[in-house]
Every structure is written in C-alpha cells, then in structure tokens.
C-alpha cells in the first residue's frame, strides 16, 4: 500500500491476471452473454440481443466512467503549477458555475482538460471528442481550439504566436471561446480557491450525457 491511492488501483491491476475461462460481470443480472467470440460469427439475434443491453448499460456507465477518468488525476502530482490538473478542472467547473453558466458550460469546463497528460498536443480534441454527442456545437468549437485561445495570454511563452486565433475572428464562436478562455482556463491555477467537490457537479454530468446523442457521419 502506497499513499496514493491511485498509485494502489495500479499497483493491483498491474498484478491481475484473469484465469481462462473467466467472465467479465454481466451488469444486469437477468442479462445474457453473447456465446459467439467472432464478430463474424453474431447472427441478427446476437446482435438484438446485445443492442438491447447495450442502451441501458451506456445509460448507467457513460456519465460514471467519464467521472472516474478525472478523478483518477485527484492525487496526481503537479509539474510546476499550484494545483495539478484535476484541481484545475474543478476550478474551472466552480467559477463557471459560481458565475451562473448553464449546465453544459459547466460540464464542458469539468472536463475540458481531461486528456491534459496522456495527450496533451491533442487533449482539447480528446475533450471534444468525448461530449460531442451531448452538448453544442459552440462547446466543441471551443474544446478544440482552446490551447490556441490561450496564446494571446502568454507572449513570454517560446515560440508562441499570440495572433494564433486570429484566423476565426468573426466566427459565431470566437467571442464565447475567447471569454472562456479568459475567464475559466488561464487563471484556474491558483491554490487560494476552494473548489467544489467533484460530487457537486455529478448530477450535471449525468444530465448531460442522458441527453440524447447525436451520431456522427462515418469517416469517408
């Protein structure tokens, strides 16, 4: 046992070997497991059969595990700034609701920086890519290009372009992205704010991810 309890979850998975032979839980306990272990062996049963449990799993598990992804970061160390980054997003979460944004602003703040480590070139589109079926297409314009909103408040940065944004003046999302920005990623660093528990904003996250998703075109 370690004092991280994020560091313990990995230590024990580290160490766990399923046996052959061995299910995963069903989730529902009148469900059925699909016997076919091929794709292209799922007759149209198999598939009705799993697209029927397939809804109310999604239901009750997509709100749960996108919640669980930040909050494994609650212990992560910080590189630098005063808060690591699973502070940072509740912050961000916090003022914005403090500030009376609607719902998904507030979501769309929890989570915007998500993928900060494990992807950080790409995590504004890791965040976007997660709530694109459930919140506007403002909140997914913004996810996207926030890291280059950023850049007009650091000129001291190497190599930054502060005019990086520049390009989508005009656009119907520029001015909304740009006092996000301002407002709710670039100062939440701070360790002299209390924030909000992750508790406060589940009931949010859940009503956002029960909205009905919009499905995206297949890639060409």
Same mark, same amino acid.
């Given at each position: 046992?370690?004092?991280?309890?994020?560091?313990?979850?990995?230590?024990?998975?580290?160490?766990?070997?399923?046996?052959?032979?061995?299910?995963?839980?069903?989730?529902?306990?009148?469900?059925?497991?699909?016997?076919?272990?091929?794709?292209?062996?799922?007759?149209?049963?198999?598939?009705?059969?799993?697209?029927?449990?397939?809804?109310?799993?999604? /239901?009750?598990?997509?709100?749960?595990?996108?919640?669980?992804?930040?909050?494994?970061?609650?212990?992560?160390?910080?590189?630098?700034?005063?808060?690591?980054?699973?502070?940072?997003?509740?912050?961000?979460?916090?003022? /914005?609701?403090?500030?009376?944004?609607?719902?998904?602003?507030?979501?769309?703040?929890?989570?915007?920086?998500?993928?900060?480590? @494990?992807?950080?070139?790409?995590?504004?589109?890791?965040?976007?890519?997660?709530?694109?079926?459930?919140?506007?297409?403002?909140?997914?314009?913004?996810?996207?290009?926030?890291?280059?909103?950023?850049?007009?408040?650091?000129?001291?940065?190497?190599?930054?372009?502060?005019?990086?944004?520049?390009?989508?003046?005009?656009?119907?999302?520029?001015?909304?992205?740009?006092?996000?920005?301002?407002?709710?990623?670039?100062?939440?660093?701070? /360790?002299? @704010?209390?924030?909000?528990?992750?508790?406060?904003?589940?009931?949010?996250?859940?009503?956002?991810?029960?909205?009905?998703?919009?499905? /995206?075109?297949?890639?060409?």
């Amino acid at each position: 046992m370690t004092d991280n309890p994020a560091d313990d979850l990995l230590d024990a998975a580290r160490g766990h070997v399923r046996p052959s032979g061995v299910r995963s839980p069903l989730a529902g306990s009148d469900w059925t497991y699909i016997e076919a272990g091929n794709l292209e062996e799922f007759a149209a049963e198999d598939w009705a059969a799993m697209n029927k449990q397939r809804a109310p799993y999604l /239901a009750s598990e997509i709100a749960k595990q996108a919640l669980q992804m930040l909050a494994a970061q609650k212990d992560a160390p910080s590189f630098g700034y005063q808060i690591n980054n699973y502070e940072h997003c509740l912050q961000a979460a916090t003022l /914005a609701m403090r500030d009376g944004q609607d719902e998904e602003a507030v979501v769309v703040s929890l989570f915007h920086d998500l993928g900060f480590v @494990i992807c950080n070139e790409t995590h504004g589109e890791f965040a976007a890519a997660m709530l694109r079926p459930y919140v506007s297409e403002r909140s997914t314009w913004m996810l996207e290009r926030h890291m280059i909103f950023q850049a007009i408040h650091c000129p001291s940065f190497p190599g930054v372009d502060v005019d990086a944004r520049e390009k989508w003046r005009g656009h119907p999302h520029f001015e909304w992205s740009a006092n996000w920005v301002r407002k709710y990623d670039i100062g939440t660093i701070v /360790a002299d @704010i209390e924030n909000a528990p992750l508790s406060a904003f589940e009931p949010m996250v859940q009503r956002i991810f029960a909205r009905p998703p919009k499905t /995206a075109p297949l890639p060409d």
